[in-house]
């Protein structure tokens, strides 16, 4: 895997990469050039857009940010292009604060957005880990997205606000369902660490992420192996594996076949 090529170098956004490049469990590595996966992509400049939407054909945009995410920071300049379609899902049920910030916080009675949920809820989530809940929360949602990148009429990328927990669950679901190894997955989420100065200082020039980004240091928000570890443990220990857990929620063969298709073949 070289890393090198894996970035995509954008003057709007820092955290931007493709998912091809990484190896799969028969010995293969995943295609360039189909999914990306990014920091918010509000920023876009002219050049970024010509080398998106021109140069890189990108027709698929899974946005994972909040309904107050957008409302506060704005839909993106990709929207004018009426070749690209945007797909709004978010992972949060929604109400309350709902921001990659609020989602980072390891604490679990302040790591949840969500302000209505029960004992038993909190409970639950308390042993799973927050990135479950937002499979917990919004499964609808998770299956979206990962259809929306299996789309074949070009490329597609996901991103949240930092690139980081939304962006690396999703992305850690399809390229299990492509059938990468979990050493190159969990290389792949962690490698956002690269960039996390670059991305905390980009959100700090908005007022939706600047306070709570300015209680914590920095460190606190770098992604960690374990993270991802844990939660792909759970759904390997309750539920018998990422494409098990995705089965009981609809997912089908079909669905399979068209991610691995864009990701493998």
């Not at 792909?232 to 691995?260: H, I, K, M, T």
């Amino acid at each position: 895997m070289n890393e090198l090529t894996r970035w995509i170098h954008l003057e709007g956004a820092v955290n931007v990469r493709d998912l091809g490049g990484l190896t799969t469990k028969d010995g293969g590595t995943t295609r360039f050039g189909r999914v990306y996966r990014s920091d918010n992509l509000q920023g876009l400049t002219e050049r970024d857009l010509g080398l998106l939407v021109g140069d890189l054909k990108l027709r698929h945009v899974v946005d994972l940010r909040s309904v107050a995410e957008v409302t506060l920071e704005g839909p993106g300049p990709l929207t004018r292009f009426p070749e690209v379609s945007i797909h709004h899902l978010t992972l949060f049920a929604e109400g309350g604060v709902n921001t990659d910030v609020e989602a980072d916080r390891i604490d679990a009675e302040r790591v949840l957005p969500w302000q209505d949920m029960d004992e038993d809820t909190l409970a639950e989530l308390r042993v799973t880990g927050f990135y479950y809940g937002y499979l917990h929360n919004r499964p609808d949602s998770v299956l979206a997205a990962l259809r929306a990148l299996a789309h074949d009429d070009g490329a597609a990328i996901v991103h949240c606000a930092a690139g980081k927990d939304r962006t690396g669950v999703v992305s850690a679901l399809a390229l299990e369902v492509a059938g990468v190894t979990r050493e190159a997955i969990v290389s792949d989420y962690v490698a956002t660490g690269d960039r996390i100065d670059h991305i905390l200082a980009r959100l700090r020039s908005s007022p939706t992420y600047r306070d709570d980004l300015d209680a914590r240091p920095a460190d606190d928000h770098r992604p960690r192996a374990e993270y991802i570890e844990q939660f792909l443990d759970v759904l390997d220990n309750r539920f018998g594996g990422p494409l098990s857990w995705l089965g009981a929620q609809g997912w089908n063969e079909n669905d399979s076949q068209a991610l691995r298709s864009r990701l493998r073949d």
